[in-house]
């Protein structure tokens, strides 16, 4: 069951951020994507002295650990790739509520590494609630930023894999494989 449908109460819908409108702050926006183009009342900062220890405490679900590298690892990834990696706190208010990184390298040899979502967790308390969809809208609309077209992501096929949530939001896998991972993209409008 999607934990959405589950017990935890109601769910909060956040709002939705169509790739090319990125720069067009809705008034309505709850969250805040750092660096993400809103113009969010709350809207500051990356990883930072001051939410770096929140962040390496962010966890998924224990099932889902398989599917997705912890965040200290995305962070030190970041550290050594530089400019490629764009890893950026997905906050709601103040509350820290999920990590994404981006991976922008289109000098890359391997297609999957020049324009994509390189790592997203949700903590386990608040998924279901859109955060992933916006995670994922927030690296399209940095792609499109950059003028990229075409967005990919890796996934891991795995019973508590991410597969049905990235087909949701429109991904379509290419039918090639990467050390054991699934290749989908998303092509932006
Ligand atoms: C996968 C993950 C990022 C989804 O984040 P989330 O915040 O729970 O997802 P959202 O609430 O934004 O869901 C967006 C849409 O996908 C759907 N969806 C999400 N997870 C789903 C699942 N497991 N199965 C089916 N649909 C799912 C939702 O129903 C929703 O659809 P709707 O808006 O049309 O109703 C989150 O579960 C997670 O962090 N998983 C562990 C780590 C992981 O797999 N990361 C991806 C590595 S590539």
């Avoid at 090319?20 to 926006?29: G, L, M, N, S, Y």
């Avoid at 500051?44 to 220890?53: I, L, M």
């Avoid at 324009?115 to 940095?142: K, T």
């Amino acid at each position: 069951m999607h934990p959405r449908r589950g017990r935890k109460g109601r769910r909060r819908r956040i709002s939705r951020l169509v790739p090319h409108q990125a720069t067009v702050a809705p008034a309505f926006c709850q969250c805040r994507v750092v660096g993400c183009g809103h113009d969010c009342a709350s809207a500051a900062g990356k990883v930072s002295p001051d939410n770096v220890d929140a962040a390496c405490r962010l966890k998924v679900r224990p099932e889902q650990e398989g599917v997705v590298a912890p965040v200290v690892r995305s962070l030190a990834d970041a550290y050594a790739h530089g400019e490629a990696a764009w890893p950026r706190l997905i906050f709601d208010g103040d509350q820290l509520v999920g990590f994404v990184m981006g991976g922008f390298d289109p000098d890359s040899p391997v297609d999957a590494f020049r324009c994509g979502i390189w790592r997203l967790n949700i903590a386990a308390e608040q998924q279901g609630r859109g955060y992933g969809r916006f995670a994922v809208e927030a690296v399209c609309a940095e792609a499109s930023h950059r003028g990229q077209r075409r967005v990919t992501v890796l996934w891991v096929p795995h019973v508590h894999g991410p597969a049905d949530f990235y087909l949701r939001l429109g991904f379509r896998p290419t039918g090639e494989r990467i050390q054991g991972q699934i290749l989908g993209e998303l092509a932006l409008t």
